[in-house]
T-cell receptor, first 111, second 112 residues
Framework: SQQGEEDPQALSIQEGENATMNCSYKTSINNLQWYRQNSGRGLVHLILIRSNEREKHSGRLRVTLDTSKKSSSLLITASRAADTASYFCATDRGATNKLIFGTGTLLAVQP | NAGVTQTPKFQVLKTGQSMTLQCAQDMNHNSMYWYRQDPGMGLRLIYYSASEGTTDKGEVPNGYNVSRLNKREFSLRLESAAPSQTSVYFC???????????FGNGTRLTVT
């Protein structure tokens, strides 16, 4: 079964707007990661947040983690057409070495 | 710097045929992974190798076998392909378990 579930499944916004994607998970984690996938390509790592962190920034990306609610959000500010992609969260499961991905959010940024 | 290289890029098999998907990384990573990606299902872990000499099952291992040939190479074998194995297969590597993954560009497999 999927560890992570992203919502919304799809999101369409205009260039310059902010995009927020959410990820919920089921079991305790050591860290949570976000990835981007352009059409027809492999996934690219964006950011990793550890279970003892609450917020992390990287350029136009802001990630929050709420372990009490077992949820995370990815905010992309001032979006660009080049941000059009699918975004996935991935979590490990406690003591295991498995990194499990959610089903993804498809983001379309209209120029 | 090639990163993670997967071969072949595309493959069509008939039901019952076998094949091996190859994956090699040049980043001296310890851990390697095989995922499959299907529409609406996200990525599902098939097998992984936390370090050279070890392999473990993921979420969907049935119908597959793996070999960690050396630190660089991790192959995925389909002994008797089935239409349900039609998918895009991604290999990934990381410095250590739970570290950020580096992905190849995938192998698109169709089983008829």
């Amino acid at each position: 079964s999927q560890q992570g579930e992203e919502d919304p499944q799809a999101l369409s916004i205009q260039e310059g707007e902010n995009a927020t994607m959410n990820c919920s998970y089921k079991t305790s984690i050591n860290n949570l990661q976000w990835y981007r996938q352009n059409s027809g390509r492999g996934l690219v790592h964006l950011i990793l947040i550890r279970s003892n962190e609450r917020e992390k920034h990287s350029g136009r990306l802001r990630v929050t983690l709420d372990t009490s609610k077992k949820s995370s959000s990815l905010l992309i500010t001032a979006s660009r057409a080049a941000d059009t992609a699918s975004y996935f969260c991935a979590t490990d499961r406690g003591a295991t070495n498995k990194l499990i991905f959610g089903t993804g959010t498809l983001l379309a940024v209209q120029p | 710097n090639a990163g993670v290289t997967q071969t072949p890029k595309f493959q069509v098999l008939k039901t019952g045929q076998s094949m091996t998907l190859q994956c090699a990384q040049d980043m001296n990573h310890n851990s390697m992974y095989w995922y499959r990606q299907d529409p609406g299902m996200g990525l599902r872990l098939i097998y992984y190798s936390a370090s050279e000499g070890t392999t473990d099952k993921g979420e969907v291992p049935n119908g597959y076998n793996v070999s960690r040939l050396n630190k660089r190479e991790f192959s995925l074998r389909l002994e008797s392909a089935a239409p349900s194995q039609t998918s895009v297969y991604f290999c990934a590597s990381s410095d250590q378990p739970r570290s950020p993954l580096h992905f190849g560009n995938g192998t698109r497999l169709t089983v008829t």
